[in-house]
């Protein structure tokens, strides 16, 4: 599986955690991919920070809006309803928990549920951006990312050693390996992605979990 399709993986995967009606804000990177795979008229609406609620798939090439862009630069389509504001409004609408969810990336996750997801020490950051708002501000938080760095370091620690972004907010973590869910505050696997094994995912991962298969 290549790098490309192991991150359609888990955004597919992440989209089927989706329920109709809820108000889903999606983080920058694997998030971003989400759009493509929530089926039409399924009733689940995407909201972007800088102001949108009614985000659609990615558009065609020949159909790109430049001024039509979502919190991630990234040019976006608009479903039927689509309602803009700005972004005052919408950080409004997390800070007063009026998101249900919010998918995000993340560099650590540890068995605690906290997060970090904004900055690696030593490299130049930008900012967090909305990243801790919305993790104290959605109902439901749930973590895309692949289950090791690319030099094969675990992302699911005991303990952060990034920056955090926030303590014990963390509801699903879905990686390229398996699905974690926090049961009774307690990391648990769930759920392996195809041709994972449990060998393997107790391989990649430091934390410690409970599995519940």
Same mark, same amino acid.
């Given at each position: 599986m290549t790098a490309d399709d192991a991150r359609r993986a888990i955004a597919a995967?992440?989209?089927?955690? $989706?329920?109709? %009606?809820?108000f889903v804000n $999606?983080?920058? %990177?694997?998030p971003t991919m989400i759009p493509d795979y929530i089926p039409a008229g399924s009733e689940v609406f995407l909201h972007s920070e800088n102001g949108i609620i009614g985000v659609g798939p990615?558009?065609?090439p020949d159909d790109v809006d430049p001024d039509l862009i979502d919190a991630s630069k990234l040019p976006v389509t608009e479903l039927p309803g689509v309602s803009f504001f700005d972004s005052a409004d919408s950080f409004a609408m997390i800070r007063g928990g009026h998101v249900d969810v919010a998918v995000l990336g993340a560099l650590?996750?540890?068995e605690a549920g906290d997060v970090a997801n904004w900055a690696v020490?030593?490299?130049d950051v930008l900012g967090v951006g909305g990243a801790m708002d919305l993790v104290v501000g959605a109902r439901?938080?749930?973590?895309?990312?692949?289950?090791?760095?690319?030099?094969?370091?675990p992302k699911?620690?005991?303990?952060?050693?990034?920056?955090?972004t926030a303590r014990a907010c963390v509801d699903v973590v879905i990686t390229d390996l398996?699905?974690?869910r926090f049961v009774g505050g307690r990391l648990t696997l769930t759920e392996l992605m195809p041709g994972a094994t449990l060998d393997g995912v107790a391989a990649a991962t430091s934390a410690r979990y409970a599995t519940a298969l």
């Open positions: 995967r992440a989209a089927a955690e $989706l329920k109709p %009606g809820e $999606l983080g920058i %990177g694997v990615r558009p065609a650590q996750v540890s020490p030593g490299r439901r938080v749930i973590i895309t990312m692949t289950h090791v760095t690319s030099s094969g370091e699911l620690v005991p303990e952060c050693t990034y920056p955090l398996a699905v974690f």
